[in-house]
């Protein structure tokens, strides 16, 4: 059985509103980041 090819959009950052849409972006259980908007950083706010 062959399923429809559905036509998906290429994943990119979905930090910030408007979104960031850069790419490349990696799967994160809160969605999809950038490097820049990775959980490991924008978790992390440090007050110097
Ligand atoms: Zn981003």
């Known amino acids: 059985m062959t399923a429809p090819r ?3 959009p ?3 950052c979905e930090h910030g509103n ?4 850069a790419r490349p ?4 259980p809160c969605g ?5 908007h990775q959980p490991a950083r924008t978790h992390r706010r440090t007050n110097p």
Do not use: G, M, Q
């Open 6 to 8: 559905e036509e998906k």
């Open 10 to 12: 290429p994943p990119s």
């Open 18 to 21: 408007p979104r960031c849409h």
């Open 25 to 28: 972006a990696r799967p994160y």
């Open 32 to 36: 999809w980041k950038c490097d820049d």
